[in-house]
Each structure stands twice: as structure tokens, then as C-alpha cells.
């Protein structure tokens, strides 16, 4: 996957996009070249394609500092747009993450392509071929092709990311003009079942046409089929949540079920043996990743989340709170390091308080830096986060909670070499395997328990959640039939993918959103004596969360504009 530089469009609608960390490279156009030029003429449309995929999430920069909007974390700056969220002061005429418009945007982009498509020409490729060889033509044709696949998962995409959000929204399937709100103001909004439904179907033409692997002329970074199957297993597993049915949703945890062994079926993605691998600088071709966002080489994430002993951190942190950290099991081992058994943190118990960082799950240390943690990269050094530690309070910008990212950080790169610092390469995962078998675990546990597989896939809810707890560098004690329950594999979701940008949205769907988010948030407070610790857990903040928040508000412009009915409790 390569890095998308521009793409001017013309009168035709195509909307002007200049992503500094998108992942395709393409091509300038023209901004006066004519629509029937601009679909017809091959390359042009390859960059129309690629603009549609300029729409996807900011994983780094937005959908992981979403988890500061959770019990999960906090952003040491007061400025972070989380902050409002966890005030609970933001409505339908201010909302941090409002992504109506882009969404709406994304799906008309795809929709011109689709649109338009039949027009483009490959006669000089057809052309060029000179005696035997037309194998570019053949890729050509087959990049075309599989582009219309693409344009279906980049709607259903958008689409689910508008649905997780807002609920029931309009669905427009042809390219209408959204700069234009006479184009689609007499429109209505679709239900939350209409609008699931209707990902899913996107999702079933796509895998149709979408390859299964690149190569061949398709681009890496382009969807593949395992990336659809992946969306599809999301938005049923969302559908069959209890949030979700109670708006009205009739996606099953069989459907839920179905989609996630789909995926599984393909049998091309296993489990990482080191858990740090998925998130290091070479995790694009990772065996787990099924589609990932390519930052290419940079440091705006180190400079943002690395301790702040660091020379050059500018102390923008997005902190992991104790919330989070005391989700991590105390295990354990034999002699042989084998997991015996597990059990949960406790503040109290004296034996844990003593050393809160002995013996945790491994994933504990993989995802964050606390007192005493390793820094191995471009230097090495002990992390130091107790009061008046290097990186403790109450030095200006030190994580408020104890804790430091260390999911996605790169300790390799050096912030202050030549003043501008050295860079390595980043992709933000939007889907990777042990997210994909998570979603089985859920959806087969709530259709068939533990142990049931009466559809045959060959696998249990109990084998798949063992097979994340199981990975090599993990090896955390298995679940049985007796003690694997809902709340377990719920638990299990929020250790294996915390710090990804999942929280915030679990937590929803599980309508449990007043009991975990209207809460106080805590931190770790350590004190030195000599050369002893002690740790106590004290409240950070008290957070705001009201039932209402389960559903985004629609943009109040949009209700003026339509006169749609607002979404419950925030008036109309």
C-alpha cells in the first residue's frame, strides 16, 4: 500500500481530498477534465477509486482516542475533544466525533464510482499488446473489476460507521448529490434493521467480486474478501447486540456466528505467536492482519504518547487508566512457565497491592508502559511513574493516570535525533484475526454455549477463546465449559483489543453504558520509600454518561434541513 498524495476532481462531483496519511499513491488530475474523460480515461478512475478509500477512519489520530472517551483511558491534555465527551457536554449542535458528513461523503464517492464504471475503457491496453504477452491488459481487467467489489465494502463500511453512531440513517444507494441537500431532503431515515440488512447485503456482492488475496496488479491496501467477511461478522455480531435489537434490529447470533466462521473458513489468517508484533513496524504482514490503515514512515504518535523523560514527547497522551489496567488476571505458572490458574486483580488483596505488576496477563506490559516497565529501543531505560518519578507527577505533562501507551508506539524511534526525530513505518488495524474469532466466541456462546457447534464449523465458542488466550506469548489459563459466561468473553474483548478503539463501542452495544461510563475513572497513585513501592487506587474523575448517549444525536442542521425525528432525548 502506497501513500495517497492528491486527487483533484472535476465538475462531475468527485470531492477534492489531500490526505497526508492515506496509504495509495495516485496520480494528480486535472481539475477540468471532463466526466466522460475522467471514467473513461483508465487511470483517472483508478484515482476516483483510491478518493473513495480516503474516507476510511484515522485510526491513530481518531478512532483510538476514542477509548479516552471510555473507562479505558485519558488524554493528559484538557483540549482533547474525549474531554467533552466524558463532561457529557455534547449534543446535536457540538459533537467531537461527528462524522456524519464525511461518512455521507464517502458513500457518494463510491456511488460515482459504481455509477460510472461502465464507461471506462481499456481498449489501449488492448492495444499495446505485443504477441503473446497481454498479461497487463488481464490485470486490468481484473482491477476493474474487483473495483466494484470495493466500492460495495467502502459503503457498507461508511454506512456501518454512520449506523454504530446514530442509529436508523437515510440510505442512498445512487450518487446523489450531498453538497445539495435538495437531493436527498425529502428523503427518510431507514431503521437500525433496514440499515443492517443493507450492509449486509453490500458485504455479500462485494465478497463476490473482491479477490481473496493481492497480487496480480491489485494493490496492497485494496480490500480482500477476508476484509469484508470481517465487516459483515461486525456489523450482525452489533445487529444481534442487545442495544441494537431493542431498536428494532432481527440480526441473530446464528447469522453473527455464520459470518465470523466465514472468515475463519478461508483459512489464510492465524493468530500472531508474539502479541507485539501485531502492532509493531512491520505488522502489515502480519498472518493476523486482515485490513489495516499504512501511515508510512512517522513519528506523530511516539511524539504524542511516548513517557515524558523522553526528551522531545510533547505530553499530548492518550494514558491508560487502573480501569483498564486492573482487567488484567493474576496468573499462575508452573516451573515451566505454564499457566495453573488464573484469577482476577483484587485491591484487596494484600498480596496483589504489594506488587501490582507481578504475575499479570502478559498482554498487561504488551499494552502499556507503567512504574517499573522495560524501555527497550533506541535507548533503554526503567519507566518511572511514581511521584516525582522521570515521567511521574507532578512533572508538567505527565500521565495523569500511572500509565503510558505502549500499544502502537514504536520504542525504536528517537524524538530528538537531528530535532525532528527518526521514523518508522505504522498501520492502524482495522480488522485483524483475534478480533474475528472474539466475535465468534460471542456470537456462538449466545446461540449455542460453550461448547455447541450444531452448524459443524469445527470450532466452540470455548476453542476460540482459548485459541486467543493460548497464542505463545500469552498463554493465559483456558476457560472451561463451567466458567466461560458472557461477562468472560466480554472481559476477554476488553484485555485482547483495548487500546485499539473498541470500548467505547462495546460497551454500547452491551447497554451498559450508564453502569460503566457514568462512573468515576482512577488512577495509580505510587509513592517511594527508599527502594520500596507502595500503590494505592484513587479516583481520577467522575464522568458524565446518561442513557440518551447510547445513540449519537443526528446533526441538528440535518433535522432543521429534513425535519427527521431526533434521536430519543435530545429534543428535536
Not at 121 to 150: C, F, H, M, P
Not at 198 to 226: E, H
Not at 258 to 271: F, G
Not at 505 to 516: L, M, N, P, S, T
Request: net charge neutral; charged share 20%.
Amino acid at each position: 500500500m502506497k501513500k495517497l498524495s492528491i486527487i483533484i476532481t472535476a465538475a462531475a462531483g468527485l470531492f477534492i481530498s489531500a490526505c497526508q496519511k492515506d496509504f495509495l499513491n495516485v496520480k494528480k488530475i486535472d481539475a477540468n477534465i471532463p466526466v466522460d474523460l475522467l471514467y473513461s480515461n483508465y487511470p483517472y478512475y483508478q484515482s476516483a477509486v483510491y478518493n473513495a478509500y480516503s474516507y476510511l477512519p484515522d485510526g491513530l489520530n481518531r478512532a483510538m482516542n476514542m477509548e479516552a472517551a471510555s473507562d479505558f483511558a485519558e488524554c493528559t491534555s484538557v483540549l482533547d475533544p474525549s474531554q467533552v465527551f466524558n463532561l457529557g457536554i455534547w449534543n446535536q449542535y457540538g459533537n467531537p466525533d461527528d462524522v456524519w458528513n464525511n461518512n455521507f461523503q464517502g458513500i457518494r464517492q463510491a456511488n460515482l464510482v459504481l455509477k460510472n464504471k461502465p464507461m471506462v475503457s481499456l481498449q489501449y491496453k488492448l492495444d499495446r499488446i505485443i504477441g503473446t504477452d497481454s498479461t497487463d491488459y488481464k490485470n486490468s481487467v481484473a482491477w476493474l473489476n474487483a473495483s466494484e467489489g470495493g466500492m460495495y465494502f467502502l459503503k457498507a463500511y461508511y454506512y456501518f460507521e454512520l449506523v454504530k453512531r446514530y442509529g436508523g440513517v437515510p440510505i442512498m444507494d445512487t450518487a446523489l448529490d450531498y453538497s445539495n441537500a435538495g437531493s436527498y431532503e425529502k428523503m427518510q431515515r431507514n431503521s437500525v434493521d433496514e440499515c443492517i440488512k443493507y450492509i449486509v447485503s453490500l458485504c455479500d456482492k462485494a465478497a463476490k467480486i473482491v479477490p481473496v488475496a493481492s497480487g496480480n496488479g491489485y494493490d496492497q491496501g485494496l480490500v480482500l474478501r477476508g476484509a469484508v467477511l470481517a465487516l459483515k461478522s461486525k456489523a450482525l455480531l452489533y445487529g444481534a447486540s442487545p442495544l441494537f435489537k431493542d431498536a428494532g434490529a432481527t440480526a441473530t447470533w446464528e447469522a453473527a456466528a455464520a459470518a465470523a466462521n466465514e472468515v475463519i473458513a478461508l483459512k489464510i489468517y492465524t493468530l500472531e505467536n508474539n502479541y507485539k508484533t501485531i502492532f509493531g513496524a512491520g505488522n502489515v504482514s502480519s498472518k493476523e492482519a486482515i485490513f489495516y490503515k499504512r501511515y508510512g514512515a512517522s513519528n506523530f504518535f511516539e511524539f504524542a504518547n511516548y513517557p515524558i523523560a523522553f526528551q522531545g514527547s510533547n505530553g499530548n497522551s492518550m494514558t491508560p487508566t487502573q480501569n483498564y489496567a486492573d482487567e488484567f488476571e493474576v496468573v499462575t505458572r508452573d516451573g515451566s512457565g505454564n499457566p495453573v490458574s488464573s484469577v482476577p486483580f483484587s485491591w484487596n488483596n494484600p498480596v496483589h497491592t504489594a506488587n501490582p505488576y507481578a504475575n499479570r496477563d502478559p498482554r498487561l506490559d504488551s499494552t502499556t508502559y507503567h512504574n517499573g516497565s522495560r524501555f527497550v529501543g533506541f535507548a533503554t531505560s526503567i519507566i518511572e511513574t511514581f511521584t516525582g518519578g522521570t515521567s511521574g507527577l507532578p512533572k508538567q505533562n505527565a500521565s495523569k493516570t500511572g500509565y503510558y501507551l505502549a500499544k502502537y508506539v514504536n520504542p525504536t524511534i528517537n524524538l530528538n535525533n537531528g530535532g525532528t526525530g527518526t521514523t518508522t513505518a505504522h498501520a492502524y488495524m482495522y480488522f485483524r484475526y483475534a478480533e474475528v474469532l472474539l466475535n465468534y466466541a460471542e456470537a456462538m456462546f449466545n446461540a449455542y454455549g460453550a461448547t455447541g457447534d450444531p452448524q459443524g464449523y469445527g470450532m466452540t465458542a470455548l476453542q476460540a477463546i482459548n485459541a486467543v488466550r493460548g497464542r505463545s506469548s500469552v498463554k493465559m489459563p483456558a476457560y472451561t465449559a463451567g466458567n466461560l459466561t458472557a461477562a468472560a468473553i466480554q472481559h476477554e474483548r476488553a484485555v485482547e483489543l483495548g487500546m485499539e478503539g473498541h470500548r467505547f463501542w462495546d460497551v454500547r452495544r452491551y447497554k451498559k453504558g450508564v453502569e460503566v461510563f457514568n462512573a468515576p475513572v482512577y488512577r495509580i497513585l505510587i509513592t517511594k520509600n527508599g527502594n520500596a513501592f507502595t500503590y494505592e487506587r484513587v479516583k481520577l474523575e467522575d464522568r458524565t454518561y446518561q442513557s440518551k448517549m447510547d445513540w449519537y444525536p443526528i446533526p441538528q442542521a440535518e433535522i432543521t434541513r429534513t425535519g427527521w425525528k431526533q434521536n430519543d432525548g435530545w429534543g428535536q
